[in-house]
């Protein structure tokens, strides 16, 4: 049986990418993968701590050697950090992807979700000084084109649930765009 490569999801944090990779790669029977999360198991610490420890340039770095040897697998959908697609190298491994899907969100829904979600305080780190939705506008501004760049589909996901997202991407993949 024939291998494929694996479907990639991109967008900021709190777009949706964790959830909705586990739903999409239960739809196709593959496995699924969260990048932040093998960056934290092979570091042995959270995001926050890998920051605080040694800095977001030694982040980048295990995000690079992550994310080279997720977009190498196949059957597999990918859950990869929001900031992942700053750095060449990366940008080329997740061109190999079969799909590169951009998750997308209003800066206010961001913030939402995040504040939602329990585990962001601990695991992931400001990225700036602002925090918050400064902090979210300022990056999604810087972010927003290189996501395009990257993006052979793109999602709202504005007040959509991770099902229907999920069935969304499926049903564009399958009709080939």
């Given at each position: 049986?024939?291998?494929?490569?694996?479907?990639a999801?991109?967008?900021?944090?709190?777009t949706?990418?964790?959830?909705?990779?586990?739903?999409?790669?239960?739809?196709?029977?593959?496995?699924?993968?969260?990048?932040?999360?093998?960056?934290?198991?092979k570091?042995?610490k959270?995001?926050?701590?890998?920051?605080?420890?040694?800095?977001?340039?030694?982040?980048?770095?295990?995000?690079?050697?992550?994310?080279?040897?997720?977009?190498g697998?196949?059957?597999?959908?990918?859950?990869?950090?929001?900031?992942?697609?700053?750095r060449?190298?990366?940008?080329?491994?997740?061109a190999?992807?079969?799909?590169?899907?951009?998750?997308?969100?209003?800066?206010?829904?961001?913030?939402?979700?995040?504040?939602?979600?329990?585990?962001?305080?601990?695991?992931?780190?400001?990225l700036?000084?602002h925090?918050?939705?400064?902090?979210?506008?300022r990056?999604?501004?810087?972010?927003?084109?290189?996501?395009?760049a990257?993006?052979?589909l793109?999602?709202?996901?504005?007040?959509?649930a991770?099902?229907?997202?999920?069935d969304?991407?499926?049903?564009?993949?399958?009709?080939g765009?």
């Amino acid at each position: 049986m024939a291998k494929d490569p694996p479907i990639a999801l991109i967008g900021y944090r709190g777009t949706g990418k964790t959830t909705v990779a586990r739903l999409l790669a239960g739809r196709l029977g593959w496995d699924w993968v969260d990048a932040d999360v093998e960056v934290e198991l092979k570091a042995g610490k959270s995001l926050a701590a890998i920051f605080q420890d040694a800095g977001e340039q030694a982040f980048r770095d295990l995000e690079t050697t992550i994310v080279a040897e997720l977009c190498g697998r196949t059957d597999a959908v990918l859950a990869l950090g929001g900031g992942a697609v700053l750095r060449e190298a990366n940008r080329a491994a997740i061109a190999q992807c079969q799909a590169v899907v951009w998750l997308q969100a209003e800066a206010a829904t961001i913030e939402a979700r995040l504040a939602d979600d329990p585990t962001t305080a601990g695991r992931r780190p400001n990225l700036t000084n602002h925090g918050g939705r400064t902090e979210i506008e300022r990056l999604l501004v810087q972010r927003e084109p290189i996501y395009r760049a990257c993006a052979t589909l793109q999602v709202d996901t504005q007040d959509k649930a991770p099902a229907e997202i999920a069935d969304e991407i499926l049903a564009a993949i399958r009709s080939g765009g």
